[in-house]
């Protein structure tokens, strides 16, 4: 049961032993090494996943929780955990010629990767913020791994931007501590009441603020156009598509375990609503295909937390089935910009030079739209459903909204596609798409097409995932009561 | 006597809090931004330790004859030396950021450097910039002065 903290612990030690083989001149070894920790981590998660049958805790240290931190593994936590190695699988960083930067990048890929996982399993509010602080850490030495010039800046942004939201949720974690005196998640739900006016919500939403700085939430989402922009493709699709999700996760957590009030859940709707608004006006007015991608997953993520605002299990299935639809798109959908980064009038006749990549881009701008019968469309069909059964004012504005961001997400799609199937332009001709990230986003189309047709017993399994990740009684009961746990 | 004390340290660390952030938000200097940024991670670290402090307790060291005194909570020092490590590291990576950003574009400005990497970004992509009110379209409608023109001409 313990060996589900492998999946933190194998990377981070990956990270530091990648750099040591390439002094012992054994070549392939240091390009084995991170695919294989990957592949063995995401293997023990996927046995963890089949073995499961109820939510455990591990006591790390065997130091009982709530004095030791705990890891709490249940399906949610699984599937996000499930979704690093797989994701940073497909998106790993392989580069032709094995020189100093190119390993220093898979060290990076890694510790990213270890850190993510860990902000997926742990229990416990201060172990969350170091794993924050080392993802972002990882990422920003990833954004300037390509060494050109606006990186540096972008880079230096986005650690301002991230640095201010760690202090604040730092202040946030303070205030918590002020009146409760612990910062174990399950230990904070037991005391929930006690955080029930006007200085804990104070303190959800410094939380918001400082983990949201990774999930593009609106006020602190700066730092995203740029950085996508600047940042090589797979790190892009790195950040938009599996560290935001790790980030949502958290504040999800936090959201059901210790502050599930209409309150708090109104601050994600708002916040939702002016996400999706912002960010499709701003992908609407783009004019390169990168900034696009980019603004709109601050649109897509601004659904995302929408959905999560939906009180009860209704949210938990909407939100986790439109992340992880985010998460598939948008990944694939960057690393077709890799080669396609320029002005999208430039883009005239892609179709012609690389016919699977235009296919691929209207597929997964089809599912983004939510055309049926992709995945997209259940995702905002759960969504709107929802907010349509608790109709308040507030709802119903976020269903317009949303709404009427599909319909901006259609005019912007549609624009670049329509420039894939021009006649080509024989002046300038298109870039072809690498071959590797054709591969790569052939093999996130699978995933995609594969949930398309199993879209049934996915239903089930997210049903029964969001029953356990709203049965809160069920996490104090699991968490605080298992002193053996560990051994 | 100690609950004054107290006060001003919860005063002194909201104030570095919000010098910090006022700091960081306002200024347009790399280095200043970072400097502000230390100083809000110290507010941060600061208002933390005063979380678990009791000002009736001693360290919270065992030596082995426990004199049933209170202990100060150990629980945040040893979050707070986490954070300061943390933080430590982050304004390390800031400055090797800044230092590569003069080298690159020779300004320690905030709004120069994003400026010149907009328009860097934009030229790779081959998009024209967006119009503003500091980059109007066009030429400028005031013409240059006559003065200069002729001068130059007569010259030839």
Known sequence: ?487 | MSAAIGLVFFIGAISLCVIGIAGIVLSRHLFRMVLALAIAEAGANLLLVLSGYRWDAVAPIVTGSLSGQAMVDPVPQAMVLTAIVIGVGVQALALSLVIRIRQRYGTLDMQEARQRMQDELDNDAGVTPPRSQERPAGERPIPAPAAVIDAGGRHD
């Open chain 1, 1 to 487: 049961m313990t060996e589900v903290t492998l999946a933190v612990v194998l990377p981070l030690l990956g990270a530091f032993v990648l750099p040591l083989t390439r002094h012992t001149g054994v070549r392939w070894l240091a390009a084995v090494i991170g695919p294989a920790l990957l592949a063995a981590c995401a293997l023990l998660l996927f046995a963890a996943w089949s073995a499961f049958d109820a939510p455990y805790t591990i006591a790390l240290g065997s130091f009982a929780p709530p004095l030791g931190i705990a890891f709490y593994i249940d399906r949610l936590a699984l599937l996000f955990a499930l979704a690093v190695p797989l994701t940073t699988l497909a998106l790993w960083p392989a580069e032709a010629e094995a020189d100093e930067s190119a390993g220093r990048r898979q060290s990076l890929t890694l510790l990213l990767a270890g850190a993510l996982s860990g902000l997926a399993l742990s229990g416990d509010l201060f172990n969350l913020y170091v794993f924050y602080e080392l993802a972002a850490v990882a990422s920003y030495g990833l954004i300037v791994g390509n060494g050109n010039s606006p990186a540096y800046v972008a880079a230096f942004r986005y650690l301002m931007i991230s640095a201010l939201g760690s202090v604040v949720g730092l202040i946030g974690i303070a205030l918590i501590y002020f009146k409760t005196g612990t910062l174990n998640l399950a230990h904070l739900s037991t005391l929930s009441e006690q955080l029930a006016d006007p200085q804990g919500l104070a303190a959800f939403a410094m939380l918001v603020i400082g983990f949201g700085v990774k999930a593009e939430i609106f006020p602190v989402n700066g730092w995203v156009p740029e950085v996508y922009s600047a940042a090589g493709k797979r790190v892009a699709a790195l950040l938009a598509g599996l560290a935001s999700k790790l980030a949502v996760l958290v504040i999800v957590r936090v959201l059901l375990l210790v502050f599930p009030y209409d309150e708090t859940r109104q601050l994600l709707l708002v916040l939702g609503i002016f996400g999706v608004a912002v960010g499709e006006l701003a992908a609407w007015q783009a004019r390169d295909l990168p900034r696009m991608l980019a603004w709109s997953s601050i649109g897509q993520l601004g659904v995302v937390f929408v959905a999560f605002s939906l009180p009860g299990t209704a949210g938990v299935i909407a939100g986790v089935t439109v992340a992880m639809h985010h998460l598939v798109v948008k990944s694939a959908l960057f690393l077709l910009a890799d080669r396609w980064d320029k002005a999208i009038t430039r883009l005239r006749g892609a179709a012609s030079t690389s016919h699977l990549g235009a296919a691929l881009f209207v597929l997964f701008s089809l599912s983004l739209l939510g055309l049926p019968p992709l995945p997209g469309f259940w995702s905002k069909f759960l969504v709107l459903g929802g907010l349509a059964a608790s109709a308040s004012p507030l709802q119903l504005l976020a269903m317009g909204v949303i709404l009427t961001g599909t319909v901006i997400e259609g005019a912007y799609l549609l624009r670049v596609i329509v420039m894939l199937y021009a006649g080509p332009d024989t002046a300038t001709p298109v870039p072809r798409q690498r071959r590797g990230n054709l591969l790569s986003a052939s093999l996130f189309a699978l995933v995609l097409l594969a949930a398309a047709v199993l879209v049934d017993p996915l239903w089930q399994g997210i049903e029964a995932l969001a029953d356990r990740a709203v049965d809160t009684t069920g996490y104090q009961n699991t968490v605080l009561n298992t002193p053996e746990a560990g051994r």
